[in-house]
């Protein structure tokens, strides 16, 4: 979990810290700096002393370090608690650039959907670009006379760029709705209907947005919802609008790397492609399939990437940018890479579930049936009636299927991390999570259970006497508190709730009409349980950072209710999964807008037209991409540029899942998958108590629930950029860090949103000029930087036999 502020626990009590990138420094008597202004500096430095030159807005001399312990410190003293309410962000330049971003950031997070490795579009990128883009339209665009004062009436201010970037940010999120979607032409005879797909996608995405709203009095008001994760993009919009001088220094920066970047690309993504993954290793034996699994990486599903280099930005950064990860998450996930070549080797090389009768890598589903070097495809249309629901006695028939034994590692591991976490933040963050459930008090709780607490139509508190009431309330957020002081009004309950119900009455219809086998009580559960997930694990996020992923818990619960019925299982999780991940998002977006002192209605608005522009933009480029690429979305190993293994995932699960009996419950063929959820909540346990009796700071850096997490992490992809990951990682967390800290705090960030920005723009040109994302794929000839991968991988790795 990436941030910008290092909370290090000082107290006896230990505490997982969250991640860091900044200190804060008193202001010194002398310079009579403002109070909460903030200076950068190195949450890692040597030394007690920290001297800046004088003279300068916001200088601080010499002085010990003050670390930051809470989330009070963080809200008071790194985010300005300071508000110009005169600042209009309703303007030209925040529609066009918020729109036009919107449908960028849309688009390009749908390609990355259908990646090798899964990539996410960078917030702070678009929050730079954004504020390159509105500065330019601020100097080119006439300022003078009527058409002045509606198109650039003043200087590009704050808001006017949170509003963008929040819009931007809602779009760029990938609509699991489309998954479904895709699963159903590649997979289920086709899409019933495009029409209803379009809504079905909206539905989805605003059902988790209007149930965030509704828990904002949880999930976003209160000072310990810090959303960590928001803190990188909210120091950067401030820094970027307070310090203009340090601004342009930046921004050059940006400038630089953003074009050697984008020129650099074109050669690992289209003219010289086996940069994407060296393997010295490989280029000596080219022969040796065990060097394949071991070393290999640089195509889908080959293999686990030891010791490769990559020299492609695109995958390096796939799972988050190293140079954002902070040293003790960086070190966690090295052991958990580590555990996880030693897992999925010695699963594969001990033929457990009858490792070696299937691919190294794969996700799709197998059967017994063997072609003469693999078993074939399992093909599912055997098991599966007119109304797409599997008949028993054509499964008693054909069989079961089987799945790889890396997969079943994947499974198993992630779903010991899932429970792993709870336990793990209950012994190591107690204080924070009983803070911040302080709400389920049963005085609280009750009131839920009022019938007046829901009669917004009723004048029930005067805004004097609401204002008088939340001015005394020591756990809300003073940014919140500022905005009620400057009267901004609040968004009505009631608009977010209107959403729900529309988007849930939509979702119904359009379930029905797609012939989804979810029945209305399933989905009614669905919302419930997003409810329930998102007051529970939305509060978790919202106070430690750290993202749960909850799909297989819901593809779990659907397979028990809904039994033989593979497209209700993803539907169900559809509107459980995917509406829980859109209102952890609009959840964090809403309290950057608090951050930032938007008014309320205005982050409504731009939430709303980012959710609904990037459920549509989700699902036109969903189209396009299958209709023209679905053969290699169907294949096990996909292309260097297109794959479908996230469509697979979710297809093949929902599948094994609906036959629950025969494959995961206790006496099944993969009993450990479920068995997994106990062994979680044992793991942490260990440690904790080394900790307690010893106090030894190995035991508390190890976080074991994410070492889990990282045990599967290999799973599927291409897997050769891991090492460059880690190079990067710990070149910038550990050495430029410790030795170079001023050079570390000016331009770590910046430096890390152009590599993203100019690497994720020339993948956009790139999918629509020449690698057939609006049709007809153009590849560079082939010569020994682009070899053929039909009978090579890229990296000249032993290719896998060919299977069904």
Not at 84 to 92: E, G, I, K, Q
Not at 467 to 484: G, S, T, V
Not at 577 to 600: C, F, I, R, S
Not at 606 to 622: D, H, K, P, R, T
């Amino acid at each position: 979990m990436a941030s910008g502020i290092e909370l290090q626990p000082t107290s006896s009590k230990s505490k997982a810290p969250l991640s860091s990138g900044l200190e804060i420094l008193e202001p010194d008597s002398k310079t009579g700096a403002a109070s909460g202004s903030i200076k950068e500096v190195p949450a890692y430095h040597d030394s007690d002393d920290y001297s800046l030159h004088e003279g300068t807005t916001g200088d601080y001399v010499a002085r010990e370090h003050k670390i930051v312990e809470t989330a009070e410190d963080i809200v008071n003293q790194v985010l300005t608690v300071e508000d110009d309410p005169t600042l209009n962000p309703w303007t030209f330049r925040m529609f066009f650039l918020g729109f036009g971003l919107s449908i960028f950031a849309s688009v390009l997070q749908e390609i990355f959907y259908f990646k090798p490795q899964t990539i996410y579009v960078s917030s702070v990128f678009l929050c730079v670009i954004a504020y390159v883009l509105g500065e330019a339209m601020a100097k080119v665009l006439p300022s003078k006379g009527v058409i002045g004062s509606y198109l650039n009436p003043h200087p590009f201010n704050m808001k006017e760029h949170a509003a963008i970037t929040l819009m931007a940010s809602a779009a760029g999120q990938s609509a699991l709705a489309t998954e479904v979607l895709a699963a159903q032409e590649l997979w289920y005879g086709g899409y019933p209907s495009k029409v209803l797909g379009v809504f079905i996608t909206l539905s989805s995405q605003l059902i988790g947005y209007g149930i965030a709203g509704l828990l904002r009095e949880v999930l976003v008001y209160p000072t310990k919802m810090l959303w960590p994760v928001n803190l990188p993009v909210t120091t950067l919009l401030e820094s970027l609008h307070k310090d203009k001088i340090a601004a342009k220094q930046r921004i050059k920066i940006f400038y630089i790397i953003f074009i050697v970047v984008f020129i650099w690309e074109v050669f690992p993504e289209y003219l010289f492609p086996v940069l994407e993954g060296v393997s010295i290793f490989c280029l000596a034996d080219q022969k040796n399939l065990v060097f394949t699994n071991l070393f290999g990486g640089a195509s889908g599903n080959e293999g686990l990437g030891i010791l490769s280099f990559c020299f492609d930005w695109q995958y390096v950064a796939s799972l988050g940018s190293p140079l954002w990860l902070p040293l003790e998450t960086l070190t966690n996930n090295l052991i958990g890479y580590i555990g996880c070549v030693i897992l999925f080797m010695g699963l594969y090389y001990g033929n457990l579930w009858r490792a070696q009768d299937f691919p190294f890598l794969a996700q799709v589903l197998f059967t017994g049936n063997s072609n003469g070097t693999y078993y074939e495809q399992y093909n599912q249309t055997l098991i599966l009636n007119s109304k797409m629901e599997i008949d028993q006695t054509l499964l008693d028939a054909v069989g079961p299927p089987h799945l790889t034994a890396t997969y079943i590692g994947y499974l198993i591991t992630s779903n010991a991390g899932f429970t792993a976490t709870f336990v793990h933040m209950l012994l190591w963050n107690y204080d924070e999570i009983k803070a911040g459930w302080a709400w389920a008090k049963p005085s609280n709780l009750r009131k839920l259970l009022m019938l007046k607490t829901y009669k917004f139509w009723q004048n029930q508190e005067t805004p004097e006497a609401r204002l008088a009431r939340k001015e005394a309330d020591p756990n809300l957020d003073p940014h919140y508190k500022l905005m009620l002081r400057n009267l901004y009004e609040e968004t009505p309950i009631w608009w977010w709730g209107a959403v729900v119900v529309i988007a849930w009455a939509l979702g119904l219809g359009c379930l029905y009409g797609m012939d989804s086998t979810l029945p209305w009580w399933g989905f009614l559960m669905s919302t419930i349980l997003t409810f329930i997930c998102v007051l529970f694990f939305g509060a978790q996020m919202g106070i430690t950072g750290f993202q749960f992923n909850i799909q297989p818990i819901c593809q779990m619960l659907a397979g028990y209710m809904f039994k033989g019925r593979p497209l209700a299982n993803m539907y169900f999780t559809c509107y459980t999964y995917n509406a829980l991940q859109m209102a952890e998002v609009l959840a964090k977006d809403l309290k950057t807008g608090q951050y930032m002192h938007l008014a309320p209605r205005a982050t409504f608005f731009v939430q709303i037209a980012g959710c609904i522009l990037g459920a549509l933009f989700n699902y036109i480029m969903m189209i396009s991409i299958v209709d023209n690429q679905g053969t290699i979305l169907k294949s096990i190993l996909g292309s260097n540029i297109w794959s479908g293994q996230n469509v697979q995932q979710f297809n093949t699960l929902a599948i094994a899942w609906s036959m629950p009996a025969e494959l995961f419950s206790i006496g099944g063929r993969y009993e450990w998958v479920t068995i997994s959820y106990l062994i979680g909540f044992i793991v942490p346990v260990p440690f904790w108590l080394a900790y307690r009796y010893t106090k030894h700071p190995f035991f508390k850096y190890m976080n074991v629930s994410m070492i889990l997490w990282y045990m599967g992490w290999l799973f599927v992809g291409i897997n050769a950029s891991i090492t460059m990951f880690f190079i990067v990682g710990f070149l910038s967390q550990w050495f430029v860090r410790r030795r170079y800290p001023e050079l570390f705090v000016k331009y770590n960030y910046i430096v890390s949103a152009a590599l993203d920005g100019g690497t994720q723009v020339l993948v956009f040109i790139l999918t629509f000029a020449v690698f057939g994302g609006s049709g007809k794929a153009r590849p560079f000839p082939t010569w020994a930087g682009n070899p053929d991968t039909d009978t090579h991988n890229l990296d000249y790795c032993m290719p896998n036999p060919a299977s069904g």
